[in-house]
């Protein structure tokens, strides 16, 4: 399954995971209309979106900040081994951002099921776009690379 490896955006597999839950919750825009009218069901979703929201977005401003490039497409054109700031704590903050979006988008739906799209962005996200990252950073970075690796894990 090398063919899906660096192929789809990260925010596409996102959509793409938070529409899965939605299905396998059998959860519509009615049910969802509902929860967003009553405060007490939108405090923690809400949490989970502006949490999800700020530390991916700590990731990009890091990346920002080495002049290095944010796109998860071709990890070849990075210049930089970003290991400041948020990288001390995650390897992947983009992609723990979405994470945590989608855990928040789960309890919005609130159903057990609605937590599928979660996983599926995290098996994919693992599978098909942070372990051929990792190879290419280690080719492109060495042992600065692995070294950063045994220090800072790779979501939490």
Not at 22 to 51: H, K, T
Not at 130 to 149: H, L, N, R, T
Request: proline share 5%.
């Amino acid at each position: 399954m090398k063919f899906l490896q660096l192929k789809c955006p990260p925010p596409i597999v996102m959509l793409i995971s938070a529409i899965l839950a939605s299905i396998f919750s059998q959860r519509g825009l009615n049910f969802i209309q509902q929860q967003i009218g009553n405060v007490e069901n939108i405090i923690w979703p809400i949490a989970f979106f502006i949490v999800g929201f700020l530390v991916a977005l700590a990731g990009v401003k890091e990346f920002s900040q080495h002049q290095t490039t944010v796109n998860p497409l071709d990890p070849t054109q990075s210049s930089t081994l970003v290991t400041s700031g948020i990288y001390q704590l995650t390897r992947n903050p983009m992609y723990l951002g979405m994470l945590i979006i989608l855990l928040g988008w789960g309890d919005l739906l609130d159903n057990i099921l609605a937590f599928s799209g979660a996983l599926i962005f995290f098996i994919y996200i693992s599978t098909f776009q942070i372990a051929p990252e990792e190879e290419v950073m280690k080719d492109k970075f060495g042992d600065s690379f692995i070294e950063y690796c045994r220090q800072v894990r790779r979501w939490i």
